[in-house]
Protein backbone atom coordinates (compact mmCIF):
# COMPACT_ATOMS: atom_id res chain seq x y z
CA UNK A 1 0.00 0.00 0.00
CA UNK A 2 1.09 3.60 -0.84
CA UNK A 3 0.96 6.50 1.96
CA UNK A 4 0.85 9.98 0.28
CA UNK A 5 1.64 12.92 1.85
CA UNK A 6 0.62 16.00 -0.15
CA UNK A 7 2.60 19.62 1.06
CA UNK A 8 -0.04 21.57 3.21
CA UNK A 9 -2.11 24.08 1.47
CA UNK A 10 -3.49 26.31 3.76
CA UNK A 11 -1.84 29.45 3.41
CA UNK A 12 1.22 30.57 5.93
CA UNK A 13 1.17 26.68 7.11
CA UNK A 14 4.33 24.99 7.62
CA UNK A 15 4.12 21.76 9.16
CA UNK A 16 4.24 18.49 7.19
CA UNK A 17 2.12 15.44 8.11
CA UNK A 18 4.76 13.06 7.77
CA UNK A 19 8.45 13.38 9.09
CA UNK A 20 11.19 11.27 7.52
CA UNK A 21 11.80 9.69 11.20
CA UNK A 22 8.87 7.42 10.45
CA UNK A 23 9.35 6.12 6.92
CA UNK A 24 11.41 3.12 8.02
CA UNK A 25 8.86 2.19 10.80
CA UNK A 26 6.11 2.18 7.76
CA UNK A 27 8.29 0.44 5.19
CA UNK A 28 8.90 -2.16 8.04
CA UNK A 29 5.11 -2.74 7.52
CA UNK A 30 4.82 -2.56 4.26
CA UNK A 31 4.07 0.66 3.27
CA UNK A 32 5.80 2.82 0.87
CA UNK A 33 5.81 6.40 0.97
CA UNK A 34 5.42 8.96 -2.22
CA UNK A 35 5.36 13.05 -1.01
CA UNK A 36 4.81 16.04 -2.97
CA UNK A 37 7.75 17.73 -3.77
CA UNK A 38 8.89 20.64 -1.17
CA UNK A 39 6.18 19.13 1.40
CA UNK A 40 8.68 19.45 4.26
CA UNK A 41 10.98 22.00 3.08
CA UNK A 42 9.29 25.01 5.79
CA UNK A 43 9.93 22.44 7.95
CA UNK A 44 13.32 21.41 7.56
CA UNK A 45 12.79 17.88 5.42
CA UNK A 46 14.08 18.73 1.94
CA UNK A 47 13.12 16.19 -0.35
CA UNK A 48 16.91 14.60 -0.15
CA UNK A 49 15.87 13.61 3.00
CA UNK A 50 12.78 11.87 2.17
CA UNK A 51 14.62 10.05 -0.64
CA UNK A 52 17.28 8.67 1.64
CA UNK A 53 14.64 7.57 3.49
CA UNK A 54 13.60 5.76 0.48
CA UNK A 55 10.18 7.88 0.13
CA UNK A 56 9.19 8.84 -3.92
CA UNK A 57 9.29 12.05 -4.42
CA UNK A 58 6.44 13.08 -7.02
CA UNK A 59 6.22 17.00 -8.43
CA UNK A 60 2.37 16.18 -9.51
CA UNK A 61 0.44 17.04 -6.31
CA UNK A 62 -2.83 15.37 -8.07
CA UNK A 63 -0.87 12.78 -8.92
CA UNK A 64 0.08 11.94 -5.11
CA UNK A 65 -3.63 11.86 -4.25
CA UNK A 66 -4.14 9.28 -7.36
CA UNK A 67 -1.08 6.50 -6.58
CA UNK A 68 -2.21 6.91 -2.83
CA UNK A 69 -4.27 4.01 -0.60
CA UNK A 70 -3.77 5.96 1.96
CA UNK A 71 -3.51 10.25 2.53
CA UNK A 72 -2.18 11.86 5.48
CA UNK A 73 -1.96 15.73 5.66
CA UNK A 74 -2.45 17.67 8.71
CA UNK A 75 -4.66 20.30 7.71
CA UNK A 76 -7.82 18.13 5.10
CA UNK A 77 -10.66 20.02 3.88
CA UNK A 78 -12.73 20.74 6.81
CA UNK A 79 -9.73 21.96 8.94
CA UNK A 80 -8.41 24.09 6.07
CA UNK A 81 -11.28 26.14 4.79
CA UNK A 82 -9.25 28.47 2.65
CA UNK A 83 -7.59 25.85 0.22
CA UNK A 84 -8.77 22.25 1.30
CA UNK A 85 -11.76 22.22 -1.07
CA UNK A 86 -9.40 21.88 -4.03
CA UNK A 87 -8.35 18.33 -3.27
CA UNK A 88 -11.77 16.85 -2.73
CA UNK A 89 -12.04 15.89 -6.36
CA UNK A 90 -8.80 14.10 -5.49
CA UNK A 91 -10.63 11.47 -3.20
CA UNK A 92 -11.85 8.39 -4.02
CA UNK A 93 -13.89 5.79 -2.83
CA UNK A 94 -11.69 3.04 -0.75
CA UNK A 95 -9.05 5.40 -0.27
CA UNK A 96 -8.23 6.41 3.46
CA UNK A 97 -7.92 9.98 4.27
CA UNK A 98 -6.31 10.63 7.98
CA UNK A 99 -5.67 14.34 9.30
CA UNK A 100 -7.72 17.05 11.35
CA UNK A 101 -10.85 17.75 9.80
CA UNK A 102 -12.74 19.63 12.12
CA UNK A 103 -15.04 17.05 12.38
CA UNK A 104 -17.73 19.58 14.11
CA UNK A 105 -16.99 22.46 12.31
CA UNK A 106 -19.13 22.42 8.87
CA UNK A 107 -21.64 19.75 8.36
CA UNK A 108 -21.45 20.79 4.38
CA UNK A 109 -17.77 20.24 4.35
CA UNK A 110 -18.03 16.76 6.32
CA UNK A 111 -21.36 16.10 3.57
CA UNK A 112 -18.87 16.77 0.83
CA UNK A 113 -15.76 14.71 1.78
CA UNK A 114 -18.50 11.52 2.54
CA UNK A 115 -19.67 12.16 -1.11
CA UNK A 116 -16.57 11.16 -2.20
CA UNK A 117 -16.28 7.75 -1.12
CA UNK A 118 -13.31 8.38 1.05
CA UNK A 119 -12.66 6.43 4.25
CA UNK A 120 -11.53 9.88 6.65
CA UNK A 121 -10.10 9.61 10.17
CA UNK A 122 -10.22 12.65 12.22
CA UNK A 123 -7.55 12.86 14.78
CA UNK A 124 -9.43 15.74 16.82
CA UNK A 125 -11.59 12.58 17.89
CA UNK A 126 -9.03 10.40 19.49
CA UNK A 127 -10.41 9.14 22.55
CA UNK A 128 -8.80 9.89 25.91
CA UNK A 129 -7.31 6.95 26.85
CA UNK A 130 -4.02 5.91 27.99
CA UNK A 131 -3.78 3.50 24.65
CA UNK A 132 -4.78 6.32 22.48
CA UNK A 133 -2.10 8.22 24.45
CA UNK A 134 0.57 8.21 21.92
CA UNK A 135 -1.60 9.30 18.78
CA UNK A 136 -3.06 12.52 20.29
CA UNK A 137 -2.04 15.13 17.31
CA UNK A 138 -4.36 17.35 19.56
CA UNK A 139 -1.93 17.10 22.32
CA UNK A 140 1.17 17.32 20.62
CA UNK A 141 -0.13 20.64 18.90
CA UNK A 142 -0.91 21.81 22.09
CA UNK A 143 2.44 21.40 23.53
CA UNK A 144 3.80 23.28 21.09
CA UNK A 145 0.92 26.05 21.29
CA UNK A 146 1.81 26.33 25.07
CA UNK A 147 5.69 26.99 24.55
CA UNK A 148 5.39 29.50 21.69
CA UNK A 149 2.80 31.33 23.13
CA UNK A 150 5.13 32.42 25.93
CA UNK A 151 8.12 32.96 24.00
CA UNK A 152 5.65 35.69 22.01
CA UNK A 153 4.92 37.24 24.91
CA UNK A 154 8.36 37.40 26.12
CA UNK A 155 9.05 38.95 23.49
CA UNK A 156 6.53 41.39 23.43
CA UNK A 157 6.45 42.36 27.15
CA UNK A 158 8.76 45.40 28.10
CA UNK A 159 10.09 43.20 30.64
CA UNK A 160 12.08 40.08 31.20
CA UNK A 161 11.01 37.46 33.02
CA UNK A 162 13.77 36.70 35.45
CA UNK A 163 14.95 37.83 38.48
CA UNK A 164 18.28 39.27 37.87
CA UNK A 165 20.16 41.17 40.72
CA UNK A 166 23.02 42.93 39.34
CA UNK A 167 25.02 46.26 39.89
CA UNK A 168 22.67 48.01 38.75
CA UNK A 169 20.10 46.80 41.05
CA UNK A 170 17.74 43.84 41.21
CA UNK A 171 14.96 43.56 38.27
CA UNK A 172 11.67 42.12 39.73
CA UNK A 173 10.68 38.83 38.00
CA UNK A 174 7.87 39.11 35.77
CA UNK A 175 4.22 37.62 36.83
CA UNK A 176 2.53 35.33 34.02
CA UNK A 177 -1.07 33.98 35.08
CA UNK A 178 -2.34 31.14 33.07
CA UNK A 179 -6.13 30.13 32.21
CA UNK A 180 -7.11 27.28 31.73
CA UNK A 181 -4.36 24.42 32.74
CA UNK A 182 -4.82 21.51 30.22
CA UNK A 183 -2.32 20.34 27.74
CA UNK A 184 -1.32 23.55 26.07
CA UNK A 185 -1.31 25.71 29.60
CA UNK A 186 0.52 23.33 31.01
CA UNK A 187 3.08 23.11 28.65
CA UNK A 188 3.05 27.36 29.00
CA UNK A 189 3.53 26.94 33.03
CA UNK A 190 6.36 24.80 32.48
CA UNK A 191 8.27 27.25 29.69
CA UNK A 192 7.05 30.61 31.65
CA UNK A 193 8.89 28.44 34.73
CA UNK A 194 12.02 28.06 32.98
CA UNK A 195 12.12 31.56 31.71
CA UNK A 196 12.24 32.67 35.15
CA UNK A 197 8.61 34.07 35.19
CA UNK A 198 6.34 33.96 38.68
CA UNK A 199 3.81 31.90 37.65
CA UNK A 200 0.16 31.24 38.69
CA UNK A 201 -2.87 28.98 36.89
CA UNK A 202 -6.23 28.38 37.32
CA UNK A 203 -8.50 26.32 35.89
CA UNK A 204 -11.79 24.75 36.90
CA UNK A 205 -11.19 21.13 37.09
CA UNK A 206 -9.57 20.45 40.53
CA UNK A 207 -7.58 17.74 39.17
CA UNK A 208 -5.27 20.11 37.25
CA UNK A 209 -4.02 22.15 40.85
CA UNK A 210 -1.72 19.38 41.22
CA UNK A 211 -0.60 19.62 38.17
CA UNK A 212 0.26 22.75 38.44
CA UNK A 213 1.99 22.90 41.63
CA UNK A 214 4.31 20.28 40.19
CA UNK A 215 5.49 22.44 36.94
CA UNK A 216 6.33 25.11 39.90
CA UNK A 217 3.15 27.16 39.57
CA UNK A 218 0.57 28.68 42.21
CA UNK A 219 -2.56 27.44 41.96
CA UNK A 220 -5.18 30.16 41.72
CA UNK A 221 -8.30 29.30 44.12
CA UNK A 222 -11.34 30.75 43.55
CA UNK A 223 -14.45 29.91 46.05
CA UNK A 224 -17.02 28.73 43.31
CA UNK A 225 -16.75 25.18 42.55
CA UNK A 226 -18.10 24.39 38.67
CA UNK A 227 -20.75 21.68 38.44
CA UNK A 228 -19.52 18.57 36.67
CA UNK A 229 -16.26 20.51 36.01
CA UNK A 230 -15.51 17.46 33.11
CA UNK A 231 -16.70 14.91 31.02
CA UNK A 232 -15.58 10.91 30.92
CA UNK A 233 -13.29 12.30 28.28
CA UNK A 234 -11.44 14.68 30.67
CA UNK A 235 -12.44 17.69 28.61
CA UNK A 236 -14.05 20.58 30.29
CA UNK A 237 -17.96 21.22 30.49
CA UNK A 238 -19.75 24.22 29.17
CA UNK A 239 -21.08 25.58 32.94
CA UNK A 240 -23.66 28.69 33.01
CA UNK A 241 -23.31 32.20 32.08
CA UNK A 242 -23.64 32.87 35.88
CA UNK A 243 -20.21 30.40 36.46
CA UNK A 244 -18.46 32.28 34.22
CA UNK A 245 -19.78 36.23 35.61
CA UNK A 246 -18.45 34.90 39.20
CA UNK A 247 -15.25 33.76 37.83
CA UNK A 248 -14.65 37.07 36.04
CA UNK A 249 -15.33 38.46 39.52
CA UNK A 250 -13.14 36.81 41.11
CA UNK A 251 -10.08 36.53 38.11
CA UNK A 252 -10.28 40.56 38.10
CA UNK A 253 -7.90 41.30 40.52
CA UNK A 254 -5.61 38.20 39.60
CA UNK A 255 -5.63 39.50 35.95
CA UNK A 256 -4.80 43.35 37.03
CA UNK A 257 -1.46 42.15 39.06
CA UNK A 258 -0.17 40.03 35.72
CA UNK A 259 2.32 41.09 33.60
CA UNK A 260 1.10 38.59 30.86
CA UNK A 261 -1.44 36.30 30.89
CA UNK A 262 -1.98 33.37 28.64
CA UNK A 263 -5.47 32.19 28.08
CA UNK A 264 -6.26 28.64 27.21
CA UNK A 265 -9.77 27.33 28.34
CA UNK A 266 -11.61 25.95 25.49
CA UNK A 267 -14.55 23.65 25.89
CA UNK A 268 -14.79 21.28 22.80
CA UNK A 269 -17.61 22.39 20.06
CA UNK A 270 -18.31 25.14 22.09
CA UNK A 271 -17.33 28.65 21.85
CA UNK A 272 -14.58 29.63 24.00
CA UNK A 273 -16.07 31.44 27.50
CA UNK A 274 -15.34 34.86 27.88
CA UNK A 275 -13.20 35.16 31.04
CA UNK A 276 -11.13 38.18 30.61
CA UNK A 277 -13.30 41.43 30.14
CA UNK A 278 -12.14 44.92 28.67
CA UNK A 279 -12.36 46.24 32.38
CA UNK A 280 -10.19 43.76 33.49
CA UNK A 281 -7.62 44.65 30.85
CA UNK A 282 -8.18 48.44 31.57
CA UNK A 283 -6.97 47.00 35.09
CA UNK A 284 -3.60 46.15 33.49
CA UNK A 285 -0.56 47.57 33.65
CA UNK A 286 0.54 49.75 30.34
CA UNK A 287 3.02 47.06 28.22
CA UNK A 288 1.10 43.97 29.48
CA UNK A 289 0.55 41.25 27.39
CA UNK A 290 -2.24 39.05 26.84
CA UNK A 291 -1.59 35.90 24.31
CA UNK A 292 -5.02 34.18 23.19
CA UNK A 293 -5.25 30.62 22.96
CA UNK A 294 -8.65 30.20 22.56
CA UNK A 295 -8.68 32.67 19.84
CA UNK A 296 -9.79 30.48 17.14
CA UNK A 297 -12.81 29.54 18.71
CA UNK A 298 -13.85 33.23 19.67
CA UNK A 299 -11.44 33.86 22.30
CA UNK A 300 -11.13 33.69 26.58
CA UNK A 301 -10.81 37.63 25.78
CA UNK A 302 -13.49 39.85 25.51
CA UNK A 303 -10.98 42.28 23.26
CA UNK A 304 -9.07 39.45 21.05
CA UNK A 305 -9.51 40.05 17.38
CA UNK A 306 -9.19 36.55 15.85
CA UNK A 307 -6.02 35.92 13.85
CA UNK A 308 -4.52 39.12 14.94
CA UNK A 309 -2.02 41.36 17.55
CA UNK A 310 -3.72 44.80 18.61
CA UNK A 311 -3.05 47.09 21.48
CA UNK A 312 -6.24 47.98 24.10
CA UNK A 313 -5.57 50.51 26.87
CA UNK A 314 -1.86 49.33 26.39
CA UNK A 315 -2.29 45.97 26.79
CA UNK A 316 -0.59 43.81 23.54
CA UNK A 317 -3.57 41.21 22.56
CA UNK A 318 -2.42 38.25 20.48
CA UNK A 319 -4.99 36.26 19.46
CA UNK A 320 -2.99 34.83 16.57
CA UNK A 321 -4.05 31.01 15.55
CA UNK A 322 -1.83 28.26 14.38
CA UNK A 323 1.08 28.39 16.84
CA UNK A 324 2.59 24.89 16.11
CA UNK A 325 2.98 26.03 13.33
CA UNK A 326 5.61 28.37 13.57
CA UNK A 327 7.70 25.18 15.24
CA UNK A 328 7.04 23.50 12.21
CA UNK A 329 10.15 20.43 12.94
CA UNK A 330 8.60 19.75 16.01
CA UNK A 331 5.20 19.69 15.20
CA UNK A 332 5.55 17.91 12.23
CA UNK A 333 7.75 15.01 14.14
CA UNK A 334 5.30 14.77 16.88
CA UNK A 335 2.35 14.69 14.38
CA UNK A 336 4.02 12.13 12.18
CA UNK A 337 4.78 9.91 15.13
CA UNK A 338 1.01 10.45 16.46
CA UNK A 339 -0.21 9.49 13.25
CA UNK A 340 2.02 6.45 12.98
CA UNK A 341 1.19 5.20 15.99
CA UNK A 342 -2.75 5.41 15.04
CA UNK A 343 -2.12 3.55 11.32
CA UNK A 344 0.43 0.93 12.02
CA UNK A 345 -2.30 -0.91 14.20
CA UNK A 346 -4.40 -1.16 11.50
CA UNK A 347 -1.96 -2.84 8.89
CA UNK A 348 -2.03 -6.41 8.97
CA UNK A 349 0.54 -8.24 6.20
CA UNK A 350 0.79 -5.16 4.17
CA UNK A 351 -2.95 -4.77 4.21
CA UNK A 352 -5.43 -1.95 5.76
CA UNK A 353 -7.24 -3.91 7.94
CA UNK A 354 -10.43 -1.86 9.98
CA UNK A 355 -11.59 -2.96 13.08
CA UNK A 356 -14.27 -1.09 13.73
CA UNK A 357 -15.16 -3.16 17.00
CA UNK A 358 -11.57 -0.94 18.12
CA UNK A 359 -12.54 2.04 20.39
CA UNK A 360 -9.69 4.12 18.61
CA UNK A 361 -11.03 3.31 14.80
CA UNK A 362 -14.80 3.51 16.03
CA UNK A 363 -14.07 7.11 17.38
CA UNK A 364 -12.25 8.71 14.59
CA UNK A 365 -13.93 7.11 11.78
CA UNK A 366 -15.88 10.10 10.02
CA UNK A 367 -17.17 9.14 6.54
CA UNK A 368 -17.17 5.48 4.61
CA UNK A 369 -18.79 4.33 1.80
CA UNK A 370 -20.49 7.65 1.35
CA UNK A 371 -22.05 8.36 4.55
CA UNK A 372 -21.16 10.40 7.38
CA UNK A 373 -21.17 7.44 10.10
CA UNK A 374 -19.74 8.98 12.85
CA UNK A 375 -22.23 8.43 15.75
CA UNK A 376 -20.70 11.96 17.72
CA UNK A 377 -20.84 13.77 14.65
CA UNK A 378 -24.67 12.74 13.75
CA UNK A 379 -25.67 13.78 17.29
CA UNK A 380 -23.79 17.06 16.73
CA UNK A 381 -25.71 17.89 14.04
CA UNK A 382 -28.52 16.13 14.73
CA UNK A 383 -28.95 13.87 11.74
CA UNK A 384 -30.70 10.65 12.27
CA UNK A 385 -28.79 7.36 13.62
CA UNK A 386 -28.02 5.27 10.55
CA UNK A 387 -29.91 2.12 9.98
CA UNK A 388 -26.76 -0.19 10.95
CA UNK A 389 -26.95 2.01 14.42
CA UNK A 390 -30.44 1.46 15.32
CA UNK A 391 -30.48 -1.83 14.75
CA UNK A 392 -27.35 -2.19 17.27
CA UNK A 393 -29.08 -0.15 20.05
CA UNK A 394 -32.42 -2.04 19.51
P1 LIG B 1 -8.69 21.53 26.53
O1 LIG B 1 -7.82 21.98 25.43
O2 LIG B 1 -9.95 20.84 26.22
O3 LIG B 1 -9.06 22.77 27.47
C1 LIG B 1 -8.05 23.54 28.08
C2 LIG B 1 -8.28 23.69 29.57
O4 LIG B 1 -9.24 24.74 29.78
C3 LIG B 1 -8.83 22.48 30.29
O5 LIG B 1 -7.94 22.13 31.33
C4 LIG B 1 -10.17 22.96 30.84
O6 LIG B 1 -10.48 22.40 32.10
C5 LIG B 1 -9.96 24.44 30.95
N1 LIG B 1 -11.19 25.24 31.01
C6 LIG B 1 -12.31 25.17 30.23
N2 LIG B 1 -13.20 26.10 30.62
C7 LIG B 1 -12.62 26.80 31.63
C8 LIG B 1 -13.05 27.89 32.45
N3 LIG B 1 -14.25 28.44 32.31
N4 LIG B 1 -12.19 28.33 33.40
C9 LIG B 1 -10.97 27.78 33.56
N5 LIG B 1 -10.52 26.75 32.84
C10 LIG B 1 -11.34 26.27 31.89
O7 LIG B 1 -7.87 20.67 27.55
P2 LIG B 1 -6.70 19.67 27.24
O8 LIG B 1 -5.47 20.41 26.91
O9 LIG B 1 -7.14 18.74 26.21
O10 LIG B 1 -6.49 18.93 28.65
C11 LIG B 1 -7.52 18.63 29.57
C12 LIG B 1 -7.07 17.48 30.49
O11 LIG B 1 -7.07 16.23 29.82
C13 LIG B 1 -5.66 17.65 31.07
O12 LIG B 1 -5.64 17.23 32.39
C14 LIG B 1 -4.83 16.73 30.22
O13 LIG B 1 -3.66 16.29 30.88
C15 LIG B 1 -5.80 15.59 29.99
N6 LIG B 1 -5.49 14.82 28.78
C16 LIG B 1 -5.52 13.45 28.87
C17 LIG B 1 -5.24 12.70 27.73
C18 LIG B 1 -5.24 11.19 27.79
O14 LIG B 1 -5.50 10.65 28.84
N7 LIG B 1 -4.97 10.50 26.70
C19 LIG B 1 -4.98 13.32 26.52
C20 LIG B 1 -4.99 14.72 26.47
C21 LIG B 1 -5.25 15.46 27.61
Partial sequence: MIVGVPRESYPGERRVALAPVVIPSLAKAGLEVVV?????????????????????????????????D???????????????????????????????????????????????????????LMPRTTRAQSMDALSSMATMSGYKAVLIAADTLPKIFPMLTTAAGTLTPARVLVIGAGVAGLQAIATAR????????????????EQVQSLGGRFVELPIEAKDAQDAGGYAKAQDEDFYRRQRELLGKVVGESDVVI?????????????VTREMVSGMAPGSVIVDLAAERGGNCELTKAGEKTVEHGVTIIGLFNLASTVPYHASQMYARNITSFLLPMIKEGKL????????????????????????IREFFSLPPLVAEQKETK
Avoid at 82 to 111: C, H, M, N, W, Y
Avoid at 263 to 275: H, I, Q
Fill in 194 to 209: RLGAVVSAYDLRPASK
Fill in 70 to 124: IVIQVLCYGANDRTGKADVPFLRRGQVLIGFLRPLGSLETIREIAATGVTSFSIE
Fill in 263 to 275: TAAVVPGKKSPVL
Fill in 36 to 68: EAGAGVEGGFPDAEYAAKGAKILTERAEVFRVA
Fill in 353 to 376: QLNLEDEIVHSTLVTQGGEVVNSR
